[in-house]
C-alpha cells in the first residue's frame, strides 16, 4: 500500500540541467515536505506546502523551487543543477491539524549531479 | 541553535539483547519527540511519538522515555533481532503551528546473528 510516491529512485543529471522531481500522497494530506538528506547532516527541509498553490520556504530553500498544482502532487525543482545538490530527496506529508506531524515518507529519489 | 544529537557511531549488538539508543536535544523544549526507522536507500517510517507529559512510551519490542531533566530521549529495542538493523532517527517537534521537524542524523543498528 504505497501512500507517498516518488517517481524517480535514482536520477544522474548534468550541471546546469533542469531538474524536476514529483512526489504524489494518495492520502488527502494538506501538508507536504521535501527534505534532502546528507551523511553527518540529517534531514533539512527545503520547502514545505500546507495547501494547494500555497508553499513555505525551509531552512536551506537556495537553488530550488516548488510546485503544487494539485492538492495530491508536490513537485521540487532545481532549476540549474550543481554537484552540491548531489543528495537523497525525501518528500513527505502529514495532515493537517494533527498536531504532532508524524511524516509519511517515499522511497526517496537518489540525484546525482555530474 | 535548535539541535538534536544523535551518536553517530554504528550501536553493534548481539541478537537478542536490548539495544538503547540516544537522543539529545539542546537550546529548546520540544513539545514531542519522534522515532523513525530507515533502511538503506528508503525513506524514513514512523515508529513511535512521545509528548513532553509523558515519560515512556510502548509499542510491542519498543520503548521510547523522554526526560525533560536530561534533555533526552531514550530508545529501546528489547529482544532485538537482526531484521531491527537498520538507521533510527530522532525527530523534534514545537507542538504549535509550525509543522517543522528538527531531525538528528540517526544512528545506525547492527544487530548480530
Known amino acids: 500500500d504505497v501512500k507517498v510516491t516518488q517517481s524517480s529512485r535514482y536520477l544522474v543529471k548534468r550541471t546546469g540541467e533542469k531538474v524536476f522531481l514529483e512526489c504524489v500522497q494518495d492520502?488527502?494530506?494538506?501538508?507536504m515536505f521535501w527534505y534532502r538528506q546528507d551523511p553527518g547532516l540529517g534531514l533539512r527541509l527545503i520547502y514545505f506546502s500546507y495547501d494547494v498553490k500555497m508553499k513555505e520556504k525551509g531552512d536551506i530553500p537556495e537553488g530550488y523551487s516548488v510546485s503544487r498544482e494539485k492538492k495530491e502532487r508536490f513537485s521540487l525543482i532545481l532549476e540549474s543543477a550543481s554537484t552540491n545538490q548531489t543528495s537523497m530527496y525525501l518528500c513527505?506529508?502529514?495532515?493537517?491539524?494533527?498536531?504532532?506531524?508524524?511524516?509519511?515518507f517515499g522511497a526517496g529519489s537518489r540525484l546525482t549531479v555530474l | 541553535s535548535q539541535k538534536i544529537e544523535q551518536n553517530s557511531e554504528a550501536l553493534n549488538i548481539q541478537e537478542g539483547k536490548t539495544a538503547t539508543l540516544t537522543c539529545n536535544y539542546t537550546?529548546?523544549?520540544?513539545?514531542?519527540l519522534q522515532w523513525y526507522r530507515q533502511d538503506p536507500g528508503r525513506g524514513p517510517v514512523f515508529l513511535l511519538l512521545?509528548?513532553?507529559?509523558?515519560k515512556e512510551k510502548r509499542k510491542e519490542r519498543l520503548k521510547v522515555t523522554f526526560d525533560t531533566t536530561l534533555k533526552q530521549s531514550l530508545f529501546h529495542i528489547t529482544a532485538s533481532q537482526p531484521a531491527d538493523s537498520a538507521t533510527y532517527l530522532c525527530a523534534s517537534g514545537r507542538g504549535d503551528s509550525s509543522y517543522k521537524l528538527i531531525f538528528g542524523s540517526g544512528t545506525r543498528l547492527l544487530v548480530r546473528p
Open positions: 537550546n529548546y523544549s520540544p513539545a514531542y
Open positions: 512521545i509528548r513532553e507529559n509523558e
Open positions: 492520502m488527502d494530506h494538506e501538508n
Open positions: 513527505a506529508s502529514t495532515p493537517a491539524g494533527s498536531g504532532a506531524n508524524v511524516l509519511t
